[in-house]
């Protein structure tokens, strides 16, 4: 598969998932792991997660985390363990926030582990991130819809 197929697929996943059509999204997705290797699918996760990285800036405006004020994207479990319980969206969180933070070893260290799961832990994974992205886009496009996008 090339790159601008890669590229397309990747813009039809993100898209169709912010617009709800998730069989859309999930054929994308699948096409590009049924012609990616392991390299090109974390190159996959890493594109998906930058489209997620850009909707955060967008929906914080000036009060997006970044290295020039010091501060950094974080998470936290709402509910004590949550992430043991629910591994894939452990990954989509992990992963999306060390992508935002600019921290590709982490990344890395999560797709390895991801791939080396057991069953469809891995395919479960690379979903929540692409569905994780989606529903940022979809909030994203709301409160433009509405108005409420910060400057």
């Not at 169709?16 to 699948?30: C, K, M, N, P, Q």
């Not at 043991?84 to 990344?107: I, K, M, Q």
């Amino acid at each position: 598969m090339n790159d601008d197929k890669t590229v397309a697929l990747i813009q039809q996943a993100i898209g169709s998932a912010a617009h709800g059509d998730a069989d859309t999204a999930a054929r994308a997705l699948e096409a590009l792991g049924q012609n990616s290797d392991n390299n090109r699918m974390y190159g996959v996760c890493c594109a998906i997660a930058a489209a997620g990285t850009h909707t955060l800036q967008l929906l914080y405006g000036s009060q997006a985390p970044t290295a020039d004020n010091g501060a950094m994207w974080a998470t936290t479990e709402f509910v004590p363990g949550a992430f043991a319980a629910d591994p894939a969206e452990a990954f989509a969180t992990r992963f999306l926030v060390a992508y935002s933070n600019g921290d590709t070893d982490t990344c890395l260290a999560l797709f390895e582990t991801a791939l080396q799961a057991e069953g469809e832990q891995y395919v479960a994974s690379v979903c929540a991130l692409l569905t994780a992205v989606g529903q940022l886009v979809r909030l994203a496009l709301d409160e433009k819809a509405a108005g409420r996008l910060p400057a």
